[in-house]
Structures are given as structure tokens and as C-alpha cells.
């Protein structure tokens, strides 16, 4: 009888998460899908990821048209989240081992998580806007640049490189430490090349994080690195970016720039998912590296 | 005992409420070893972690008193520095779990000082020979550390302390976490190294403190009961309290 209800329970929570399952997945797969579908011309077209868009059209009677490729913003994006990550990653580090290895219960500490906590629910137009605004009051030269839009990047993936930071080392065993201090090794050495390296494979989850969230963001640069068509110019200059290529492109009325938006989109979703499982597995790593070690 | 290695004078200590040890004094002679039991919550971890200023990591911690190491008080001396002469072996086996075993035993030479690759292999061989390592661990020096059981991680504990060429070495409940046979490897070790070095070990144990002890002190709430040849503690007691736990009244 007991038994009976026990095996009905289980079999109803099977079920639920199977549906649950799929509920979670057929997102996913229809928006691959319908990505692929829509971009596939602008994909299969060779020079789709070393060319730049070529110029608007959508087919008539007796034209073809050409898609060139995305090759512009995906070098932006490969520069503007390249020097966010140089400019947050330090700083969430940082942040991280003070408030974990040094902070104690100090106030500053708490005031530290905190920040992080508020700063990673502010909408990501809002971090763009504040840097827009700091950029015209203090540099106004180089308002629209992709300085601009990777210290927009940075306001929106610090937060996350402290907290995940914050986790990786809270989840060292205090015992690692110890023993390091028991053999006079003192604290910022053993913090470096002890803690830090047992903590790795979860600030490098991370960061990978950050970096997935920052790569596809529009609303951050739309007020900063602004876009343009020529990709990346240097650090004071605008830079289209993958996002912004979407942004303007999917809105046009031109066939060509349509599917050129679709395969941008799958290749930042391809990005994104990609980085995320990479992560997923480092963290699986450190969890085994860690078994066994009290 | 004829000469003085180290001495708690007056130590007290506490974590911030009560009181965890009360007004210890107590005298370790060189190239001996010393028992300190007693039942458990007695303060015995929280008496040698002031002997190497490991105390004063935990929070809100506080110890007054002296401790002497060679007639100087090292709470005079910077904390680090006390720690490389004082080694000490925990009771749950903390090897560093992102390094290989030869790295564990090398961490002491190589963040704490320049020692050539020649001198750093000769210590790391040397400090595993002594701690009945070397035979086990030879072919895989490069594997990682928690590849090995709870015994050897424990051993290895041993060869990473031994490695800082320490004077004193403490040892909390070393075998607690052991099964018999590593015990009986890490007893037979402590046997070794007491002639070489000053040894401090916990354990509440009275076989163990029979077997490994030259001297043998009691600790009874937070207080110093009574301190003598290993003999005497077990075979002729001087304190009711002492007779009462080393016969298995309580405890
Ligand atoms: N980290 C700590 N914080 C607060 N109290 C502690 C801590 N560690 C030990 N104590 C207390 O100090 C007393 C002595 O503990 P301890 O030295 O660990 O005893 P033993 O090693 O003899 O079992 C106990 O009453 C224990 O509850
Ligand atoms: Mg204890």
C-alpha cells in the first residue's frame, strides 16, 4: 500500500520533470532552428565570417543577391569584450580575494558583496547610459568609441567576476589554508598560488559567464561604441559589434541584411551556448579535483 | 628533564567567550615527545595551536601568557616566521589538493626561501624517507596529492612539515582519522622523529600516549592537571582526577 502510493509519487515526479524538460528545451531548439532557417543563405555564403556585409538588396527578377559577411562586428566584439574582460577581470579578482581572504566580517567586505549584488541588477542600458554620460562630461572627444562601450561591457561583467569569484573561493576548504599558514607561508602567497589555483576552474567559470553576457549585450553599446561599418578602428573610435549588427540589420527592410542578422544571431547564440557549457565543464572539473579533500 | 626546548608560561587562551585554556605551564624537553590527553573539548587543540600562534587565525581569539622557544617568547617574533621553526600536522589530512605530492613537500622550500632544484629534490626525497613515505610514493611523485589514501595523505602531511626543517613539531590527533595499520606507521614514525626532533602530540588515545610518550601531560577543563614521565601518569598518578581518566573512569 505504502509502497504502491511511493512508486505513484515517484512515477508523477518523473513525468514532471520530463515535461518540465521539455518545456525548457523546445525554446532552445525553435530559436536554433528558426536562427538557422532564416540565416542559412548569409551562413552557407562563403566569406560569411571574413567579408563585410555587402550593400542592401533583396531579389528581383533577374538579380542575385550577395550577403559578404559579418566579419566587421564580430571583430568589434572580439575587441570590446577583449578589454572589458582586461579591465573587469583584475578588478573582480581583486574585489573577490579581499572580501573572502582578508575582509573578514568587516564592513567594507559587506558593503563590497553588496555593490556587487545591486550592480548586477541594474539593467544593462543603464550601465551604458552612465557611461555615456561620464564619457561627455570628462572625455567628450571620444564619447562614441569602443573605450566607451568596453567600460559599459565592464560596469555589467564586474559584478559577476566578484560574485562567482566570491563562490569559487568560499568553496576552497578553510583546512587549505591552514596548512598553508602552518608551514609560515604568508597570506598573499599562499592567497596567490594556493587558494587562487584551487579556486581557478570557478573564477574561470566565471569569467566565461561575464564574457557570454558582455558579448551579447546591444543596449550597453548603442549609447557607447555606437557602431559603424568598418568594425574595429581602434580604441577611440566607434566599433560595431555583433549585437548592434542584429539591432540595425534585422530592422531593415533589405532581404540581404535580414539573413545577415539571423546568422549573426546563431553565431553569438553558438558563442554564448558554447561558453556556457565550456563552463559548465570546468566547474565539473574542480568539483573532482576538489573530492576527496576535506 | 635536563634542558628546556619550549615552555607555555602562564598561557591562556580563549575564543572570545570563556576561557579555553586557563594558566598552562609547561616545559618541552628537546628530542622528546609529549602526550598531552585528555577528554575531548579539554582545550588540548586550542593549547599547541598558541604554541605556534595558529590560535590567533580564529576569529574574535585571544591568548595571554608567554610561550618560549629556545628562551625567547615567540609572541614577540612575527607569527610567520615562528610558524617555519614550528611545524605542525593537523587532525584531518590537508594536503595541498591542486598539487602533486612531490609539489606538497616541496611548498615550504619553495615559497618560503631559494633552494636549488638539486637541494629542494634532496629534501623532498629526504623528508618522505623519514616520513615512511618515499617506498610508497617514488614511482608516481608527479601524481596528484589526494590520489593517495587517508594514511598517506596523513604521512605526506608529515614529509610537507618535516620539509620546513622544522625544531618542533605538533601534532593534533594525527592518527584520529587513520585506520589501524596507518596508525601503527605513524606511531612508529613519531617514535623515530622524537629523536630528532621536539614532539607534541594530542591524542586521546592513552595507548597511543603509552606507547609514543616519553612524557605524558593531563588536561582537564581548560586546566593543566598534571605533567610526568609517561610511566608515572598511567602507573602511579599523583591527581585523583588524573587516576580517575587514565583507568577509563571518564572521558
Ligand atoms: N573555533 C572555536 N570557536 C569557539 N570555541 C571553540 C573553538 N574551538 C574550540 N572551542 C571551544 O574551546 C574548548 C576547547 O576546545 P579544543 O581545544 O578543541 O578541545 P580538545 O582539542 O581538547 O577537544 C571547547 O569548549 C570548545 O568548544
Ligand atoms: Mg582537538
Known amino acids: ?294 | 628533564m635536563d634542558a628546556t626546548k619550549m615552555a607555555a608560561v602562564g598561557l591562556s587562551a580563549s575564543y572570545g567567550r570563556g576561557p579555553a585554556i586557563t594558566d598552562i605551564n609547561l616545559e618541552f624537553g628537546p628530542n622528546s615527545a609529549t602526550a598531552i590527553i585528555g577528554p575531548s573539548g579539554c582545550g588540548k587543540s586550542t593549547f599547541i595551536r598558541c604554541l605556534n600562534r595558529m590560535h590567533e587565525t580564529a576569529p574574535r581569539a585571544t591568548v595571554t601568557g608567554k610561550v618560549f622557544l629556545d628562551g625567547e617568547d615567540i609572541y614577540e617574533q612575527d607569527p610567520t616566521a615562528v610558524r617555519r621553526r614550528i611545524g605542525m600536522v593537523f587532525q584531518r589530512p590537508n594536503p595541498f589538493a591542486t598539487m602533486t605530492i612531490f609539489d606538497n613537500v616541496a611548498a615550504a622550500l619553495r615559497f618560503n626561501g631559494r633552494h636549488s632544484r638539486e637541494e629542494t629534490d634532496k629534501i623532498v626525497y629526504e623528508s618522505l624517507q623519514a616520513a615512511a613515505l618515499w617506498e610508497e610514493v617514488k614511482d608516481h611523485l608527479f601524481a596528484g596529492a589526494t590520489s593517495l589514501s587517508g594514511g598517506q595523505q596523513q604521512r605526506l602531511c608529515i614529509a610537507r612539515a618535516l620539509a620546513a626543517q622544522p625544531e618542533v613539531l605538533l601534532m593534533d590527533e594525527p592518527c584520529s582519522a587513520l585506520d589501524p595499520i596507518s596508525t601503527a606507521k605513524v606511531e612508529d614514525l613519531i617514535f623515530t622523529l622524537k629523536r630528532t626532533y621536539t614532539v607534541i602530540i594530542v591524542t586521546h588515545n592513552m595507548q597511543q600516549a603509552a606507547r609514543v610518550a616519553d612524557r605524558t601531560a593531563f588536561f582537564y577543563l581548560g586546566k593543566l592537571i598534571e605533567v610526568n614521565d609517561t610511566k608515572e601518569i598511567f602507573e602511579r598518578p599523583k591527581e585523583k582526577l588524573t587516576e580517575g581518566y587514565v583507568s577509563g573512569r571518564f572521558g
Open chain 1, 1 to 294: 500500500m505504502g509502497a504502491r502510493i511511493r512508486h505513484g509519487v515517484n512515477l508523477t515526479a518523473t513525468v514532471l520533470a520530463a515535461l518540465t524538460l521539455v518545456v525548457v528545451l523546445i525554446p532552445l531548439a525553435s530559436i536554433l532552428v528558426t536562427a538557422f532557417q532564416r540565416g542559412e543563405a548569409a551562413l552557407t555564403s562563403p566569406g560569411f565570417f571574413t567579408e563585410s556585409p555587402a550593400n542592401p538588396c533583396s531579389p528581383r527578377a533577374g538579380t542575385v543577391c550577395h550577403y559578404g559577411g559579418i566579419a566587421p562586428a564580430l571583430d568589434g566584439t572580439l575587441a570590446l569584450v577583449g578589454l572589458a574582460a582586461l579591465i573587469s577581470v583584475p578588478i573582480g579578482l581583486a574585489a573577490a580575494i579581499f572580501v573572502v581572504e582578508y575582509g573578514r566580517d568587516r564592513p567594507s567586505a559587506r558593503l563590497i558583496t553588496a555593490s556587487a549584488d545591486v550592480l548586477s541588477g541594474v539593467p544593462s542600458i543603464v550601465a551604458g547610459l552612465f557611461i555615456y554620460t561620464y564619457m561627455a562630461a570628462n572625455y567628450p572627444q571620444i564619447v562614441f568609441s569602443a573605450l566607451s562601450g568596453s567600460l559599459a561591457l565592464s560596469v555589467l561583467m564586474i559584478p559577476i567576476v566578484t560574485r562567482t569569484a566570491e563562490e569559487a573561493l568560499r568553496t576552497v576548504p578553510n583546512s587549505q589554508r591552514e596548512a598553508a599558514e602552518a608551514l609560515g607561508i604568508t597570506k598573499w602567497k599562499a592567497t596567490l598560488r594556493i587558494t587562487l589555483g584551487a579556486a581557478l576552474p570557478g573564477i574561470v567559470t566565471g569569467v566565461l559567464l561575464s564574457v557570454a553576457r558582455a558579448a551579447g549585450e546591444a543596449a550597453p553599446l548603442l549609447l557607447t561604441a555606437f557602431g559603424n561599418n568598418l568594425g574595429f578602428q581602434g580604441f577611440t573610435q566607434p566599433s560595431d559589434a555583433i549585437p548592434l549588427l542584429v539591432y540595425d540589420f534585422a530592422t531593415s527592410p533589405y532581404q540581404n541584411w535580414i539573413a545577415l542578422a539571423w546568422g549573426a544571431a546563431l553565431t553569438l547564440i553558438v558563442i554564448v551556448l558554447g561558453l556556457s557549457i565550456l563552463s559548465r565543464l570546468v566547474l565539473a572539473r574542480m568539483a573532482r579535483r576538489l573530492r576527496g579533500s576535506a
